[in-house]
DNA sequence: TTTAGCACTCATGCAAGGAGAGTGCTAATC
DNA sequence: GATTAGCACTCTCCTTGCATGAGTGCTAAA
């Protein structure tokens, strides 16, 4: 039958785990009992039970002891307590992230930057997207004798645009036709109305289908308005960390260039700042690894994600913090950008 | 004194430098001596003279020889034949390009995955950028109370945008006014005349200081339209040649993605197809690696570059051909999406 | 319940030895 | 005079054996 999870061996379990975040190594007996005031042989009978009980393991007979998947969780959930950030820290991260928001885009891109160079890991990013932002703007620019530019801007400060070839070129009646409607009909609406191809419809809606490839263009352009984007940086820091030899680190790179898995996990991902073990999300090319996780808001509505990529025993007292000020300062940048209280 | 660089030597070099690409391995003369017709003892004299000539060398005295850079750069530039493209590889690549050109950043990105995907190595494009395209069109959103959108549409169909902020707020007739000067004053103008920061000068002439903020948008705005962007993809693909272990991935990677450094051999390299030894760079992190680098062009103009970074031995054979026909077809694309011939 | 002591288990590092690949040189051959 | 066969020599690489040391589990004493 299972031993009893006592206080005093959550405290050994904290310890190893902090001993082994540092120095990457299985830990042994001794090397706590300087800490804890116990004798050696104590402290290996609480390992030996602690073991039992799933939270520790040893990679083989002889060797110390190393925090299991279910280890660490019980750690990250229950022991670990936030190391708050400095004055400075916080300062620093301000240098790092421009002033005011020119480009939703290249706010995303330099917190990301900013991100993996404070935590020498991976950081990824999404671009703000918000399928419930509705269509503020559209304009239609001549390009050439048979292109014409459609761009879009959402309430969320989006600006996207598309290129689109009309055969036959473009008359300014035509363009004024189609700017009138949009003026009318699509102003207001939420950009999820556009995801599913309704373009025919609203063509056959305007009475002239020789603006369908435009009214094509323009779905186009607010549907990629909602999706969000990922950049990544720092992979190279990925490297690094001696957890992450030889295959394991193609997999683990490869699978983040993917980037439609990992969007899924950033978006599975719940309220705060969340820790995702790579080993439970059964992701292959996570194992050893492990994202610290938070949405990013503007208002009471999430607009994106930002995460930290490292190695599960990355250091998540310190960067839970950093990440959430990340996080709480991108989405006052563009609160402020958009007026918003 | 030196050996004479005869034909067969020529040959022997060109057959160490393929075997040598394909195995990885130094290449010894028994190897050789079978597809040559010769016996293995003459072509050890024969690479013993190669060696002395700097063409090959010996990673230690009782192995095969490996080509030195200079023996690559002299297998690149007279003995290699290119192998023609067949039509399938063609098609291939065309199909993983878009049918025509909605954005040119999601171009050049296409480009650089499918490129990745098919050599196995890296890739990097610029997203087109010309500093002699023109202004075409330019126009300013409000936003929120307190912002505004400026966009700006370039003749080579660059379309680029800044959330401005104006304390204060923004009335239509100061929009109005902006617009009338930039219509009047500034379409037509080479977006290089907005490198440097003669936003004071262009609103004093405006007589309008509270446009200020929205005028100096407007030149970030363009300002970025002439910077090329580096987009870089497949670098998972690079851990995976042996050639790169440890040390070197690292530092390879993250000279890959601190961008300028790399921008700037892009942009060194001449008219067509070329190929670049790291070693002949100075670049340290370039080290036992190479590229093959391509400017691609509408009509005569040179709006940006592709290429491919991979082990220095790389099968430069197949992949410039590949490269050259990807430069072909992005020219091709943008050219169409802008009506030149 | 805690601790000291001890036998036992493995990973790791190092030295020695053998196998194999490839060379350079010399002398024979065409 | 160029080419080739033969051979001694040099190095790397792999294997094996052995010593070392860290760490454990168990038992018996405190």
Known sequence: MKPELTDRKLQILAAVVREYSETGEPVGSKSLAADLNLS??????????????????????????????????????????????????????????PGQVEDPGVLAEAAARALAELTDCAAVTTTPA??????????????????????????????KSRICLVEGGVTPDMLEKFIRFAEEQLYGLPLS????????????????????????????????????????????????HRRFGGEQAVRLLEFLSRGRPLLRILHHSGEGVQVVLGNETGEEALEHSGLVVSPYRVGDREMGSIGVIGPDRMDYEHIIPSLEYFAYRIGRLLSDALDEE
Do not use: C, W
Not at 151 to 156: E, G, Y
């Open 130 to 159: 918000d399928d419930q932002a509705t269509v503020k703007q559209v304009r239609v620019l001549p390009l050439s004798r048979q292109t014409v530019v459609v761009a879009a801007l959402t309430s969320s400060g989006l600006m």
């Open 40 to 97: 050696s042989a104590t402290i290996r009978n609480e390992m030996s039970d602690l073991a039992e009980l799933g939270l520790l393991e040893q990679p083989h007979t002889s060797a110390g002891r190393v925090p299991t998947a279910k280890g660490y969780r019980l750690y990250v959930n229950q022991l670990m307590h936030r190391q708050p950030l400095s004055e400075r820290d916080k300062r620093e991260i301000d240098d790092m992230l």
């Open 193 to 240: 109305d556009f995801q599913q191809g309704l373009t025919q419809t609203l063509a056959v809606q305007m009475g002239d289908l020789s603006l369908l490839p435009i009214m094509a263009a323009l779905q186009e352009t607010l549907a990629s308005a909602a999706q969000a984007e990922l950049l990544l940086q720092g992979q190279s820091n990925l490297l690094k």
